[in-house]
């Protein structure tokens, strides 16, 4: 059946010859496999390669050399631990025991990881520019003395690596440092690394509660209470 319908006034969108079909940039299927850039998921990545080795290539567009998926698998596992404090898993908790579908939670979620994750990676531009030319000192928003327990933690982990991860480092600087190792240095894409990352914290607070839970959330912190106002 062929559409005949013509608008009352043609304009420029009217007159502009559009493709028909919208064409695939990054993830393609065909009978016997999906590729993502190019790569065969099945057939190549899921045999050689980590998840997180794939979660790389859908960001980078390659597949990580040893160094750089070493950098990228840790800066995930830096990143997974969302706590109900922070704004991805907290949004997701309120939604689950207000009764909403895990659904509604979980996609609220995504939206805050995104958000948050983006305005990290803003507020740390300093940094970045430190990263691709370090300078004796860390810039200020860098540096956390009271992360230097975890930092320890982190760098222990990565034992003999070469690494941008300097102590003295906050948390959020040093998970962004791993990234830029692993050779992600568009903020967008370590954007995407940390929200991709964080959701994992989320969806585990997500879907261990439920409306049971109402109850013992503080909704009255910080203390308040209502006054009516005498209106003429």
Known sequence: MTDSWEPP?????????????????????????????GYAVLGDVARHYSFTDLTYLALAGELPNEQQS????LAMFACAPTTVAEAPAHVAHLGRIAGGRFDAAAGAGFIAAANRAQ??????????????????SLPDAAGNAEDGPWLATLLDALGSAATSVRHGMSRDA????LLFDAGLRDPERISAAIAFASSVGMLAEALVVGPAELRSYPVKLPPFHYVQEDRP
């Open 9 to 37: 006034a043609r304009g420029a969108l009217d007159d502009t010859p559009w493709p028909t079909q919208l064409v695939a940039k990054a993830v393609a299927r065909d009978a016997a496999d999906h590729r993502i850039h």
């Open 70 to 73: 070493r950098a990228f698998g």
């Open 119 to 136: 305005a990290l990676v803003e507020a740390h531009a300093d940094l970045l520019a430190w990263l691709a030319a370090p300078a004796a």
């Open 174 to 177: 040093a998970r962004i440092a």
